[in-house]
């Protein structure tokens, strides 16, 4: 369900989303939706990312694990069936 919002907005702001929104053939709310919604994605993405990190620095992992990844990484690379350089699959 949708609800009806009013927000105080410059007009520059305005002028630029009126323009932004005919150039990709959407109506203003429509752009402002997107842009709202990509921004919290953005956003969210950007504190689980910290979060990771904090964790990482919090518990590092020890060079023995390092090089354990490394070798099942590789390992599991092997399996996989790799085009030959310069050609592509159809």
Known sequence: ???????????ELLTRLDRRAKIEAVSRAAL?????TRYLRQIE???RATRYEEGYRRIPEEAGEQE??????????TDEEWPEAGRTET
């Open 1 to 11: 369900m949708k609800s009806v919002i009013q927000v105080p907005i410059e007009k």
């Open 68 to 77: 354990s990844l490394a070798w099942l990484a590789a390992a599991d690379l």
């Open 32 to 36: 402002i939706r997107t842009a709202c």
């Open 45 to 47: 993405s950007d504190e």
